[in-house]
């Protein structure tokens, strides 16, 4: 099942390769900074019309995507809207709420995919749009080896400025891919990348084993004409489900439980051995 997703991973030990992963619509199955719209509201961070527009603007990110245009657009609606928010505060109700919203929604095909890459030997690289503080952890949860995410300028008193560091989108993508390369050794004909977005096609091209995944209108024809695998992920499963004893950290409580029991138990047959000695 694995190596259908993977329309032909190869296994190859050298030169290095990495498989560089778009995030929304693509590893996940909704945006992941539209996702905690209801967790800034709670949180204090936006007001009641900003989280209505913010679940309005995954609706429509969820029906066909954003073109260009409409990308800009939420880069500077989301940019004015982050002006004045606490790093710090984004970055707990983030962790706090991190399991609950994302982890569920993530692709059953993805994480397999992801799988069969590390055990190929390559590195896994999440390169998204979405802000550094929704998209590290994010990869944290995944097991992704490295994350490219857009930056957004921090002042002196730990607040964003509303002012774009660095815009992870498009060309920039690609330029990330090659720069980390170089730096990493990786050779790009042997790399593979996966994307939903036609605003991905740099970040395609610059690899030897492109797909197309859940592509929208243009992206999906580009791919016909260039023979690129097509990829349909539609089975979210919580990571939980699939690899519980991996995803589900021991709670102290159950531990100690666990420690008792494991210590009544022995003491238990040191008894009934000792028993049976002084019987025989």
């Known amino acids: 099942m694995v190596g259908a997703y993977a329309q032909g991973?190869?296994?190859?030990?050298?030169?290095?390769a990495a498989a560089f992963f778009?995030?929304?619509?693509?590893?996940?199955?909704?945006?992941?900074?539209?996702?905690?719209?209801?967790s800034f509201y709670q949180g204090g961070l936006i007001n009641r019309r900003a989280a209505l527009r913010?679940?309005?603007?995954?609706?429509?990110?969820?029906?066909?995507?954003?073109?260009?245009?409409?990308?800009?657009?939420?880069?500077?609606y989301l940019s004015a809207l982050c002006r004045g928010w606490n790093v710090q505060q984004v970055r707990e109700i983030v962790a706090e709420t991190l399991h609950d919203l994302i982890d569920p929604i993530i692709y059953d095909e993805a994480a397999s995919l992801i799988?069969?890459?590390?055990?190929?030997?390559?590195?896994?690289?999440?390169?998204?749009?979405?802000g550094a503080e929704v998209v590290e952890p994010v990869g944290e949860l995944?097991?992704?080896?490295?994350?490219?995410?857009?930056?957004?300028?921090?002042?002196?008193?730990?607040?964003?400025?509303?002012?774009?560091e660095y815009y992870a989108y498009g060309p920039t993508k690609a330029e990330a891919i090659r720069e980390l390369a170089a730096s990493e050794g990786y050779d790009l004909d042997r790399c593979y990348a996966y994307s939903d977005s036609a605003t991905d096609l740099p970040m395609l091209q610059a690899v030897g084993h492109p797909h197309a995944v859940?592509?929208?209108?243009?992206?999906r024809r580009e791919a016909l004409a260039r023979?690129?695998?097509?990829l349909a992920f539609r089975h979210p499963v919580p990571l939980k489900k699939r690899l519980p004893a991996l995803s589900v950290p021991p709670r102290p409580a159950l531990?100690?439980?666990?420690?008792?029991?494991?210590?009544?138990?022995?003491?238990?047959?040191?008894?009934?051995a000792s028993r049976r000695r002084s019987t025989a």
């Open 9 to 16: 991973v190869e296994n190859h030990s050298s030169p290095r």
């Open 22 to 38: 778009d995030l929304d619509k693509t590893v996940i199955a909704k945006s992941s900074t539209l996702t905690f719209g209801k």
């Open 54 to 76: 913010t679940a309005y603007a995954q609706f429509v990110f969820l029906a066909g995507g954003l073109d260009h245009d409409q990308m800009e657009r939420m880069r500077e």
């Open 115 to 130: 799988e069969e890459h590390h055990t190929a030997g390559r590195d896994v690289v999440i390169v998204s749009t979405s």
């Open 142 to 164: 995944l097991g992704a080896d490295r994350v490219v995410a857009t930056r957004m300028v921090v002042g002196e008193d730990g607040c964003f400025t509303g002012e774009v």
């Open 214 to 219: 859940n592509p929208d209108r243009t992206l």
């Open 227 to 230: 023979g690129w695998p097509i």
């Open 255 to 272: 531990v100690a439980a666990a420690a008792i029991g494991a210590a009544a138990a022995t003491a238990g047959l040191v008894w009934y």
